[in-house]
């Protein structure tokens, strides 16, 4: 089966800190995906990577997505209180249209 | 271009009634999924669905869960004799065909307690 782990599971940062979490599993995915979900709402997409190695940036995040496709990260550059929120990573299952999702990171960051 | 719709937001049912919960899907999506969510977790995977068809259920349990999605009208997730401990957040997503398949827009979920 499967599983995409997500580290760390909570993290309380200052308003203007750098923060890096970790998405990592076993198994290889063609392709992953970052959610941002907040509180009452569905995840909302952040980005696709699909390359090993691959690096996207959306303004003060970076995503990469490891060499051997088992493993991405999230970087997010002076992280404000609107990134608050909890980051989703996913992936489609062995290659099918099944995505699972990661156990989550839930960021808070403080004013 | 409306989003994902999911209705109703909230959902209160007592033991042993049936909940429906349902899903429009944004224009032109012809794939639904939809997961469960419980409090300070992830998403579970419960089922896939294209139009008319179920391609993947293995995440929903065996007995009293089931979904379709018509031809018309919205998805539907339908949960017989409720239980409290499926008392969770049940989101619904959608995707288009081609491409863009992987991108999966979701609707902001419907809480259903369990009294």
């Known amino acids: 089966t499967q599983l995409l782990e997500q580290s760390p599971q909570f993290l309380s940062i200052q308003e203007g800190e750098n923060l890096t979490v970790y998405c990592n599993s076993s198994s290889v995915f063609s392709s992953l995906q970052w959610y941002r979900q907040e509180p009452g709402e569905g995840p909302v997409l952040l980005v696709t990577v699909v390359t090993g190695g691959e690096v996207k940036k959306l303004k003060r995040l970076t995503f990469q997505f490891g060499d051997a496709r088992k493993d991405s990260s999230l970087h997010i550059t002076a992280a404000q209180p609107g990134d608050t929120g909890l980051y989703l990573c996913a992936g489609p299952h062995s290659g099918t249209y099944k995505y699972i999702f990661g156990t989550g990171t839930r960021l808070k960051v403080l004013a | 271009n409306a989003g994902v719709m999911q209705n109703p937001r909230h959902l209160v049912r007592r033991r042993g009634q049936e909940a429906r919960l349902r899903c429009s899907p944004m224009?032109?999506?012809?794939?639904v999924y939809w997961y469960r969510q419980l409090p300070e977790e992830g998403l579970k995977f419960m089922v896939y669905?294209?139009?008319?068809?179920?391609?993947?259920e293995s995440g929903m349990p065996k007995e009293r869960f089931s979904a379709e999605f018509p031809k018309e009208g919205p998805s539907i997730l339908r949960i017989q004799q409720v239980v409290r401990g499926d008392s969770a957040a049940y989101f619904c997503?959608?995707?288009?065909?081609?491409?863009?398949?992987?991108?999966?827009?979701f609707g902001s979920g419907t809480q259903l307690s369990v009294l």
């Open positions: 224009k032109g999506h012809s794939h």
């Open positions: 669905l294209q139009k008319e068809n179920i391609i993947d």
């Open positions: 997503a959608s995707s288009p065909q081609g491409q863009d398949f992987e991108k999966l827009f």
